[in-house]
């Protein structure tokens, strides 16, 4: 089948963030070939645009399937509307340049040669329109402000599962039989979350857990595995009552939720993955040894993870962190008995598969901090990169919150929550 790539490109004297306000809201009515335009909400959290154009009965349609605030770039794919085409995959993105910005859209178009030429000198009269209107609007547009997501008071119980190992929840929420369920990091507990709760459960229903051997829960028999853990979340399912999951986990908890993502994609309606996603899975035998013995001299020497938590929160911090995401970073780390720690350690450093994200066909939110050591912005873009491209499905978005470390909900959780909850809103009903 003919391929075709179309690309057109301007540049306007307004800044980036005022570019990308013109176009940030995938289903607004910006081009002037626009007639009609509107959000169409598919049941599998995804998000198409149905829209008209002047002088032409069609109806077109397109689905988003990238987003990132952080980047300006949105790509989206051709649902129906475009008589004869095979593929069609299209992308716009707005960057800083020394004078202001560049506005650039581009297409890879698959069709019978009968059409491709065709369709090929529409889109490139679609795009140059597109690029000089954004490129002229933005010089009148305000920049975009992120919403604020500000955590409120709200009830929250302690759910406890007695079967063994026994499991300690926060719970709390509007009744549904979807589940958001929060997994700390390898250093946290469910403490660690309790913004993000506060925040989201006047409108879902919430969990946070502390892992095996974490905070209230107990360890198991023997050495935890990620498909133990993959166990104690269906254990949460059942005993919640939960039909579908959002996980939202962050480092070690990310690495368990695209666990549990790879064995169970239909027990999920969206994954939020947070300074991390892989975990050692990808590094060699001598790597993981070496990132395991490193961690385990400390507690080899005598010392308990309340001793060298002063040491990881430091690496852990970004460089605003406040004094108080310090002191709860150090409680929680602190609180870790050592036999989980190393349990923790052993596991991380043992991973079981691989990821083959073509199985990820659902909505995937993946944030990290800007000064995160452990999985900075471009580890974790290059992940959502790869997602995007294996999902037959690909329904992906990256952030990065600005000025925070590795716990960046903890340490800036009203620029997470807003991320969230967006996000959220759009992914479940």
Known sequence: MPRQKVHS???????????WAVVRDFCGAWHPAIETMGPEPMDDGGLIRRFTVKGEDTVYRERLTFFS?????????????????QSYDARLTVTPAPA??????SAEISAPSSRIDGIASGTQAIFDDGTQTIAAKAVSADPIKPPIAPAVSADFEQTQIDTLPRLTLTTGGKESDTLCLFLHGIGGNRSNWQAQLAAVSPHYRVAAMDLRGYGDSTLGAEQ?????????????????????????GLSYGAWIATSFAMRYPDKLAALVLSGGCTGMSEAGADERDAFRLSREVPMTEGQTPADFAPSVVEVISGPEATDASRKALL??????????????????????EKFDFSRLTLPVLLMTGAHDRLAPPTEIKAVAERIWD?????????????????????????????????FLSRVLP
């Open 331 to 352: 409680a929680s780390m602190a609180a870790i008995p050592t036999q989980t720690y190393a349990d923790a350690l052993r596991c991380f450093t043992n991973p079981l």
């Open 390 to 422: 294996a999902s037959p499905i690909p329904d992906v978005r990256f952030e990065v919150i600005e000025d925070a470390g590795h716990v960046c909900n903890l340490e800036k959780p009203d620029q997470y929550n807003a991320i969230l909850s967006e």
């Open 100 to 105: 202001g910005a560049t506005v650039t859209m």
């Open 9 to 19: 490109s301007a540049q306007t004297s307004a800044s980036a963030d005022q570019a």
């Open 69 to 85: 605030d952080s980047d300006r770039t949105m790509a989206y794919t051709h649902v129906a509307g475009i008589a004869g085409v």
């Open 224 to 248: 935890s595995t990620v498909d133990d853990y993959c166990a104690d979340i269906l254990r949460v399912m059942d005993v919640l009552n939960a039909n579908k999951l959002v996980l939202c």
